[in-house]
Every structure is written in C-alpha cells, then in structure tokens.
C-alpha cells in the first residue's frame, strides 16, 4: 500500500476537494484506483444504483453502516443537508444522502487520506459531485460556518491498548482510537449541529454508558438507544444513539434484529434494504 503523502499524485482524477470531476465510468475508476493504490479494489453494492469501491484487503463496508444511516433517516427524514464525521469510504454518509432523497446534500470529513481517496472516486463513480463535498482533514479541528439538521457518525470502537492493532493503516484508525474518540465525535457534532437537529451514531453496546458519559459531557443528551442483534439468541453487538441538544426521558427501543434465530435475514432487515432499493 502506498504511502498517504503519495495518494491522489498520478491518479487521472487527481486531488478533489469538493469532488466536482467530470463524468468517468466505473471501470476507468476501477482501473485507475488499482494502478494508483497499487492493490485489489473491488465495486459493490451501496444501494440498488449507487456502487462503493473499496480495498478488498482493507476496511469494508458494513452493517454498521447501513443501520447506523437508515437510523439517521428515520429519525430526521426531511434532513437538507448532513454532515457525515470520520466518514471512511463513504459508507454512512452516502446511504443517508440516498435515504433522504435528491434535494438533500453531504458534507463528508475523513482524516485519512487513503479511506478519503476512495470517497472521492465513490463520489465521482456514482456522479454525486453537485451534492457532496469532501473534506479531507481532522474532525476535532473543524469549524464549519453552517450548522446542520442532521449528523452522522461511525467513530472507532476501541480505546488504544484494549486490543490487537492491525498492522493496516486502514483497518487500525477505523477500529480503534488513533485519532479521537466517541467524545470527540460528540464535540464536533456539538459545534455543527442545528438547535433542533439530531446526532446519530453507533457504538458497541458493551460500552454504552461509556458512550452516554462522552455525549453528555459534549454537551448533548442521548435520547434514544437501540441495540442491533446479528442473530435472534445472541447478544447485541452495537447500539445507535439518537442526540440532540435539549435533555429528555431516554427512549430505549426494542433490539433490531438483523436475522432470525434460523439465520434468515429479519422481516425488519428486508425492510431497511428495501429502502435503498433492494428487493
């Protein structure tokens, strides 16, 4: 893998800041993003039209992402603009944009340079550059001019010390806190986030209180919780938080249930699909 200072130099879509580039197919990605990067990047299904291009040795796509967006819709569905923190490849920011419809826009901000490289080339292969801007930086430095109705979020899951670190880049800063925490997530939501606007993310279930602690000393309040299950009988891995800046009684809704205790995918589950065009 190349290093991150070398990213984006001889690539024939070059540095994008607000991915604004000229139409380019998915193949001519495919191939510039592999001779760039210099390893295997496979094209999946984001949505039924909307594709992701990502490292097949490297930080994917996941579950996480797809509940922790569809969340975000269900709770402020007729958000304008999102503001997505620590944004990867693109997975959560982009399912919501998809979810909310085509009057709203994405503001996207990922650290590093190579999850922020292949953002771009997926803003460009789905041909979103006039409603998403990418900005490639530090989130516990931003300080936006505009404040959002709605804002997404994935942080790491693991303090530094309470695991194995992967040796790739990639998969380390996305699993475990390399640079900031749910806290720091919480905060720049805090200075971003419209009077009545919402903050959802996710975050594993066995540090829930954890997460509550760092929103609420952000200055935001948790006001919903709601665990998701991989598989009925089994414990919950992770949990999506609704906040907002107004305290209220804390609603704990019943655990999602991705699929049933056989292993079928969940009448719920089908139903979140269905909403980005899955049948």
């Given at each position: 893998m190349p290093r991150d200072s070398d990213?984006?130099?001889?690539?024939?879509?070059?540095?994008?800041?607000?991915?604004?580039?000229?139409?380019?197919?998915?193949?001519?990605?495919?191939?510039?993003?592999?001779?760039?990067?210099?390893?295997?990047?496979?094209?999946d299904a984001l949505t039924v039209s909307w594709r992701i291009a990502q490292r097949a040795a490297g930080h994917r796509h996941s579950?996480?992402?797809?509940?922790?967006?569809?969340?975000?819709?269900?709770?402020?569905?007729?958000?304008?603009?999102?503001?997505?923190?620590?944004s990867g490849i693109g997975g959560v920011g982009l399912l919501a944009l998809w979810g909310l419809g085509a009057h709203a826009?994405?503001?996207?901000?990922?650290?590093?340079?190579?999850?922020?490289?292949?953002?771009?080339?997926?803003?460009?292969?789905?041909?979103?550059?006039?409603?998403?801007?990418?900005?490639?930086?530090?989130?516990?430095?931003?300080?936006?001019?505009?404040?959002?109705p709605l804002i997404t979020g994935s942080p790491p899951y693991f303090p530094i010390g309470t695991g194995v670190l992967p040796a790739d880049a990639q998969k380390a800063h996305a699993r475990f806190e390399l640079r900031g925490d749910v806290g720091d997530y919480a905060r720049a939501a805090a200075r971003h986030l419209e009077d009545d606007g919402a903050f959802v993310f996710c975050f594993p279930?066995?540090?829930?209180?954890?997460?509550?602690?760092?929103?609420?000393?952000?200055?935001?309040?948790?006001?919903?919780?709601?665990?998701?299950?991989?598989?009925?009988?089994?414990?919950?891995?992770?949990?999506?938080?609704?906040?907002?800046?107004?305290a209220g009684a804390c609603v704990v809704t019943p655990a999602f249930e991705v699929r049933t205790a056989d292993g079928a995918v969940s009448a719920e589950m089908q139903g979140v699909r269905r909403r980005f065009g899955f049948t």
């Amino acid at each position: 893998m190349p290093r991150d200072s070398d990213i984006g130099k001889s690539s024939p879509l070059g540095q994008v800041g607000r991915a604004r580039v000229a139409a380019v197919t998915w193949d001519d990605l495919h191939v510039a993003l592999e001779a760039e990067l210099g390893e295997a990047i496979t094209l999946d299904a984001l949505t039924v039209s909307w594709r992701i291009a990502q490292r097949a040795a490297g930080h994917r796509h996941s579950v996480d992402d797809v509940l922790t967006a569809h969340h975000a819709v269900v709770t402020v569905g007729d958000a304008a603009r999102v503001l997505d923190l620590g944004s990867g490849i693109g997975g959560v920011g982009l399912l919501a944009l998809w979810g909310l419809g085509a009057h709203a826009r994405l503001v996207c901000v990922e650290a590093q340079a190579i999850s922020h490289r292949l953002l771009v080339a997926n803003v460009a292969g789905n041909e979103l550059g006039d409603r998403v801007t990418t900005r490639l930086g530090d989130l516990r430095e931003l300080a936006l001019d505009e404040r959002f109705p709605l804002i997404t979020g994935s942080p790491p899951y693991f303090p530094i010390g309470t695991g194995v670190l992967p040796a790739d880049a990639q998969k380390a800063h996305a699993r475990f806190e390399l640079r900031g925490d749910v806290g720091d997530y919480a905060r720049a939501a805090a200075r971003h986030l419209e009077d009545d606007g919402a903050f959802v993310f996710c975050f594993p279930t066995a540090q829930r209180e954890r997460a509550v602690a760092r929103v609420g000393a952000a200055g935001l309040h948790v006001v919903e919780m709601r665990d998701v299950v991989p598989r009925v009988g089994l414990r919950p891995l992770f949990t999506l938080f609704v906040c907002r800046r107004t305290a209220g009684a804390c609603v704990v809704t019943p655990a999602f249930e991705v699929r049933t205790a056989d292993g079928a995918v969940s009448a719920e589950m089908q139903g979140v699909r269905r909403r980005f065009g899955f049948t």
